[in-house]
């Protein structure tokens, strides 16, 4: 953008918005370059500020990183067996609500406190968006997500986990109150 002063001894404000790209990370640095130009007549000996003008200013952009984990959870099935057993189907949903890619995202799922006074076997985890622990079975397992592995999601992304396990209610019919807890870094 071009503008010009009226007067000599006029000043002006220049403020400059843009849109920080996705991926910047925190104290990433953005150049700005202003610069003015004297289209006065110069005739010799003429000094000060009507022919100077700077360049090469430096704007620090500063990028504040606030991850945020969502995870909500519903039951999608329950079949009677009928033999006294039920199989249970669980949703896990997970969303990147912040503004940074979250790593090593976990979900612990600890079945052993929501079927007290019940039984369970039969557990297990499928994800197409993360990679499950095959160790997991919900008491002295809780870590629904391998470990070892670097489970990602990117900023505004949803991934989904289900999570199966067979119960023998004996005579506590519920209801069962269930929670998951999700982290990333």
Known sequence: STFELPAQGDTATVFVVGTIPTGVDGNDLAL???VATNTDAV??????PNISFESNNIARIEVNENPSLGIAKSVTSTVNNGDGTYTVEYLLTLENLGNVDLSYVQVTENLATTFSGATFSGVSATSADFTVN???NGAAVTSVLDNATPNT???DATGTITVTATVTPGSNLGPYNNTATASAF
């Open 134 to 136: 095959a160790g997991f």
């Open 32 to 34: 700005l370059d202003l």
């Open 43 to 48: 005739t010799a000996g003429d000094v000060g």
């Open 153 to 155: 999601l990117a900023i």
